[in-house]
């Protein structure tokens, strides 16, 4: 089956890839969750209208990449959630909260869903955070989780 991807999915492609899939993939996951339209000759033109909004907000090249992670690595960020005794959260912390953070503390706008976190967040404390800016740049800070 031949789908164009609306979102990055990872291990298959990034916005805009027109990629050949097993049809269970695709008609299962894929289109339900909305990760991908079908392939036609008039979805293909929507294909440039992708690429140019995915261009617009991406990392620009690799000295912007750099650039980036400069700035993060002399970022404090510091999230405050809801606690209970001990420091256990209400929850967990997602990639949502750690983005707007991190544009709390100063920094850039990053994209949640280039985010590694390491596992399920859910307690207070520090942890390292990494984020695929390009291909070839990973940066690495970290992340202060506080009763709040």
Same mark, same amino acid.
């Not at 899939?21 to 909305?34: I, S, T």
């Not at 990053?110 to 390292?128: A, F, V």
């Given at each position: 089956? /031949?789908?164009?991807?609306?979102?990055?999915?990872?291990?298959?492609?990034?916005?805009?890839?027109?990629?050949?899939?097993?049809?269970?993939?695709?008609?299962?996951?894929?289109?339900?969750?909305?990760?991908?339209?079908?392939?036609?000759?008039?979805?293909?033109?929507?294909?440039?209208?992708?690429?140019?909004?995915?261009?617009?907000?991406?990392?620009?090249?690799?000295? #912007?990449?750099?650039?980036?992670?400069?700035?993060?690595?002399?970022?404090?960020?510091?999230?405050?959630?809801?606690?209970?005794?001990?420091?256990?959260?209400?929850?967990?912390?997602?990639?949502?909260?750690?983005?707007?953070?991190? /544009?709390?503390?100063?920094?850039?706008?990053?994209?949640?869903?280039?985010?590694?976190?390491?596992? #399920?967040?859910?307690?207070?404390?520090?942890?390292?955070?990494?984020?695929?800016?390009?291909?070839?740049?990973?940066?690495?800070?970290?992340?202060?989780?506080?009763?709040?």
């Amino acid at each position: 089956m /031949k789908i164009i991807l609306t979102q990055e999915v990872s291990g298959l492609g990034t916005p805009g890839d027109i990629v050949e899939v097993k049809d269970g993939y695709g008609r299962n996951y894929l289109l339900p969750q909305g990760f991908a339209i079908a392939w036609t000759k008039g979805a293909e033109k929507q294909v440039t209208l992708i690429k140019r909004a995915r261009s617009a907000r991406e990392i620009r090249d690799l000295g #912007h990449a750099n650039e980036v992670k400069g700035q993060l690595a002399g970022l404090k960020v510091t999230l405050k959630a809801r606690a209970g005794d001990g420091g256990r959260l209400f929850g967990s912390v997602t990639p949502t909260e750690v983005v707007d953070a991190v /544009k709390a503390a100063g920094g850039p706008t990053l994209d949640r869903r280039r985010l590694e976190l390491p596992g #399920h967040i859910k307690s207070t404390g520090s942890y390292p955070v990494r984020i695929k800016l390009h291909p070839e740049v990973t940066a690495t800070f970290d992340l202060t989780v506080v009763q709040g």
